[in-house]
């Protein structure tokens, strides 16, 4: 699928970050978050004003690595906090004004882009406000479309589908596809095999199952259909929303496959 555009991607991370503001300028700091119960509402909003501090330090400085001991000090008041995280959100939209998404940066991927970080803040700012609602416990604004299909296909091709350099991926002749409804867009997901050794870890990886976003026409049939609208897709994912809008149609098995690949965590 296409990707949106440089000015899309920011109009997002305008509109996201600042509902995410709002939802939890009246939100109790201690309330739970039910997506991340060890995180608090303040913790919540601590995190994503972490999150663009970062960004906007790799984009002010990129192509340099951010170095995370300049992060600054977490306030002690929720309103500090929350001017703060006003801050940094003014920051990171100017630093990203303008900017020619394929200029050099650093990034944690090997799309060592502006892009690439003008789409992962988009959906970073998505999935927080999703969490800020229900922290809160009010009800959900509609999320645009185009902007969670294009969060699905960053889940199955970046966050569960990447292959950091140290690893090795053997493809099986299996796929899951997934359908947003209401946008038209149709999503494979190659299964494979990863292997490697983590060189910061030590950790040895032996075959592990995962799955790759196909991005040629896939001349096969799909084991396992997934289809519902893209925001609920996109949630459900993300494990901020269940599956009641989605219909699935299929291998069972593969099912069971698909979703114990994307009950993991994100590493």
């Known amino acids: 699928m296409t990707l949106l555009t440089p000015e899309t991607y920011l109009e997002h991370i305008r509109v996201e970050s600042a509902r995410f503001r709002d939802v939890l300028a009246t939100c109790d700091p201690a309330a739970r978050v039910p997506t991340c119960p060890d995180w608090s509402a303040e913790d919540l909003l601590w995190h994503l004003t972490s999150v663009q501090w970062f960004w906007s330090t790799a984009l002010i400085d ?38 020619d998404p394929k200029a050099e940066a650093w990034t944690w991927s090997d799309d060592h882009t502006v892009g690439f970080i003008l789409r992962r803040q988009a959906h970073e700012a998505l999935v927080h406000r999703l969490d800020a609602e229900q922290t809160a416990r009010v009800t959900s604004v509609e999320v645009d479309a185009n902007l969670a299909a294009d969060g699905v296909a960053e889940m199955i091709g970046v966050m569960f589908g990447g292959c950091p350099r140290w690893g090795s991926w053997e493809p099986l002749p299996h796929y899951a596809r997934l359908d947003c ?17 983590d060189p910061d870890s030590g950790d040895v990886i032996s075959a592990e199952e995962d799955f790759h976003l196909v991005e040629e026409p896939v001349d096969a049939e799909p084991d396992v259909v997934i289809d519902g609208p893209a925001a609920a897709l996109d949630a459900w994912l993300w494990h901020r929303g269940d599956d009641t809008e989605l219909s699935i149609a299929g291998d069972r098995s593969m099912l069971d496959r698909f979703r114990a690949i994307v009950s993991h965590p994100i590493n």
Not at 75 to 92: C, G, H, K, T
């Open 181 to 197: 409804t209401d946008t038209g867009d149709e999503l494979w997901a190659q299964f494979g095999l990863f292997s490697g050794t």
């Open 62 to 99: 990129r192509p340099a690595e951010v170095d995370e001991a300049q992060e600054p000090e977490r306030p002690a008041a929720y309103a500090e906090v929350l001017r703060a995280f006003d801050e940094w959100s003014a920051v990171l939209s100017s630093a990203l004004e303008g900017v």
